[in-house]
């Protein structure tokens, strides 16, 4: 799960820990990875990832692996994002690279750095988007591009992924 630190990331932990899933979540901050961990218990294994960075991602997926002893992975939740707030007429190429990146290329590369252990085991990616996806909110021009970008991606990743057993 990344995103793990706030928001759906987290609730989506506890369920999933609840649940009695091994949960492998990803957080930015040595101190949201302790949180994590004692609030927690056994079944949740916190794990530093930043998905502006592409060294930190491959680190992440090389952790996760070598967790599994061999065998793939069950899911992949993509909640880790940013959003912004601001009139489109203001915002600036900054802002908007920055939200991309986070939310449309570091969450594809997390998806692309685990493929292989969830095609191993006709795992499930469920990507995180929003209702501007679908509808256009004021100052949400920023959010609603980025997460439209990601839900077809998600789009075309379930036709992909689907001869593999990947459900998306």
């Not at 949740?44 to 930190?56: G, R």
């Not at 599994?68 to 009139?87: E, F, K, Q, T």
């Not at 908007?96 to 939310?103: D, G, P, Q, S, V």
Request: charged share 20%; proline share 2%.
């Amino acid at each position: 799960i990344t995103g793990a630190s706030s928001g759906i990331g987290r609730a989506c932990v506890r369920q999933m820990n609840r649940s009695g899933w091994q949960v492998y979540a990803t957080v930015r901050k040595a101190a949201d990875a302790e949180k994590l961990r004692a609030e927690s218990g056994e079944g949740v294994l916190p794990i530093i990832m930043d998905v502006e960075d592409s060294a930190s991602i491959a680190a992440a997926a090389e952790k996760i692996e070598s967790q599994l002893d061999g065998h793939g992975l069950d899911g992949l939740v993509n909640c880790a994002g940013i959003g912004m707030v601001r009139p489109v007429e203001y915002a600036t190429l900054d802002d908007l690279r920055k939200i991309f990146e986070i939310n449309v290329f570091g969450q594809l590369a997390v998806t692309q750095s685990l493929s292989h252990l969830l095609k191993k085991n006709r795992g499930r990616i469920v990507n995180v988007t929003s209702v501007g996806v679908n509808i256009a909110i004021p100052f949400g021009g920023l959010l609603n591009a980025s997460k439209s970008a990601f839900a077809m991606l998600s789009d075309s990743l379930r036709l992909e992924l689907h001869p593999f057993g990947v459900r998306v």
